[in-house]
């Protein structure tokens, strides 16, 4: 399978425990993305890596979640101190970066936060 | 004002009907207009990009309009396997300025 892979595919925490998400896109596709997505809403953007830089963070990103791509390869994204509000479904998406930016999804990590 | 709207339905329509659907949005310097079809508890998938000369793909059409700032998907001769949520999604193609700005989503069930 070469689509996007997303690890693990659900999680469910206590709350003000600490999680991690690991995210591996396309091969040879420079930009990820981050969203999460909640019951009944579309998905809303996180934030955005082209190759390992860090471009382009949302308001929604409090200083709980931080996202890195090291080597511009895999992703993680950690929640620290988790609360009932991160419940949701995070999802990784990753683009070749050409024209038109079109971004293809992996199957998202589904995270209840109890 | 939402980026982008759309009408959440659900839209429940009988096997070989005809349906559209419309997502307008608000930044007029959007360049980039898609719509995803998502299952329940699954990721979206790509379905159509949108152009301005508007496309279709077998039974589905896309057609984006840039002065009232919409786009539409039609589905022709429904199939029970269409029954889904539709995202449209819209992107201004700037450098550092790449998300995806997604609407709500409209659900979708095909009647037998």
């Known amino acids: 399978d070469t689509g996007v892979s997303q690890d693990p595919r659900h999680k469910i925490t206590k709350r003000g425990q600490n999680v991690t998400f690991r995210c591996d896109p396309i091969s040879e596709h420079n930009r990820l993305y981050w969203y999460r997505q909640t019951l009944g809403q579309g998905p809303e953007f996180l934030t955005y890596f082209q190759n390992e830089a860090q471009l382009e963070k949302s308001r929604l990103l409090s200083d709980r979640f931080s996202a890195e791509r090291p080597k511009g390869s895999f992703s993680t994204l950690e929640i620290q101190r988790t609360e009932q509000g991160d419940s949701a479904m995070y999802l990784c998406?990753?683009?070749?970066?050409?024209?038109?930016?079109?971004?293809?999804f992996g199957a998202g990590t589904r995270l209840s936060v109890l | 004002r939402k980026e982008v709207e759309q009408d959440p339905g659900p839209f429940n329509v009988p096997e070989g009907a005809t349906v559209a659907f419309n997502c307008t949005y608000s930044n007029s310097a959007s360049q980039s207009f898609f719509w995803y079809r998502q299952d329940c508890r699954k990721e979206p998938k790509l379905l159509m990009s949108v152009y301005s000369s508007g496309n279709e793909d077998g039974r589905f059409t896309a057609q984006l309009n840039r002065a009232s700032q919409y786009i539409s998907l039609l589905i022709r001769d429904s199939k029970l396997s269409d029954s889904a949520t539709y995202l449209c999604a819209v992107n201004k193609w700037d450098f550092g300025n790449e998300k995806l700005t997604f609407g709500t989503g409209t659900r979708l069930t095909i009647i037998p």
């Open positions: 998406a990753s683009s070749p970066g050409a024209a038109k930016n079109i971004q293809y």
